[in-house]
């Protein structure tokens, strides 16, 4: 099972670029990284998904060096709605299993 | 609008009465899952299924039934609910082929 670690809690300050790390060190060759925020009482929501080198959408970057023990979600520029807990999720899919392990989560509080 | 629901949103039992919550999605997904969330552990995988009649055990199954008789629907049964299965309860969607789970509003669990 691919079991990730995460920073417990984070501080940033508005208009900063944000950087959370998670390690993965024993992820599959078939699983996708997958992180996810959630904001208190609401279920997560997806953010950004990556399998090798970088991914970028609109919200945030996704950098995943070779040997992929390791990923890093990078927030630009974050205000204080990007406060939330984000979420590091490595698939276990082999064999047709879908057993997703998400992390306990970091959690970032952005200050004025 | 592509959603998952949850029924009930909040639920107050005692121990030993058994209870179903319910969870529906109208996108089709072939993948469906159950969590639940405790303070300081994150998110933790009940049960998961692939298909209809397809279920399997995640991280944390003891005391939890599911069935997966319709694709649309996956609930979540709880035989004889005891004080540790307080909880905050999500349930999620998503294609097989991709990573993005949808999740649901959320089940706020008490058992006295």
């Known amino acids: 099972l691919a079991k990730t670690t995460q920073p417990i809690s984070m501080d940033s300050y508005e208009g900063q670029e944000v950087n959370i790390t998670c390690s993965h060190n024993?992820?599959?060759?078939?699983?996708?990284i997958t992180w996810y925020q959630q904001f208190p009482s609401q279920g997560p929501r997806f953010i950004i998904q990556g399998y090798k080198t970088k991914v970028t959408n609109e919200v945030a970057s996704l950098f995943i060096p070779a040997d992929r023990k390791s990923s890093t979600l990078s927030l630009p520029r974050v205000s204080l709605s990007d406060t939330a807990v984000y979420y590091c999720l490595v698939g276990l899919s082999g064999a047709g299993s879908y057993q997703l392990t998400f992390g306990k989560g970091t959690k970032l509080s952005v200050i004025p | 609008e592509a959603q998952v629901t949850q029924n009930p949103r909040y639920l107050i039992t005692v121990t030993g009465k058994k209870l179903t919550v319910t969870c529906s999605q109208n996108m089709n997904h072939e993948y469906m899952s159950w969590y639940r969330q405790d303070p300081g552990l994150g998110l933790r995988q009940i049960y998961y299924?692939?298909?209809?009649?397809?279920?399997d055990k995640g991280d944390v199954p003891e005391g939890y039934k599911v069935s997966r008789k319709e694709k649309r629907n996956f609930p979540l049964i709880l035989e004889s609910p005891s004080p540790n299965q307080t909880s905050l309860y999500f349930c999620?969607?998503?294609?097989?082929?991709?990573?993005?789970?949808?999740f649901g509003p959320g089940t706020r669990l008490t058992v006295l």
């Open positions: 299924s692939m298909n209809v009649e397809v279920t």
């Open positions: 999620a969607s998503k294609p097989v082929s991709y990573n993005e789970q949808f």
């Open positions: 024993n992820i599959a060759t078939n699983d996708y």
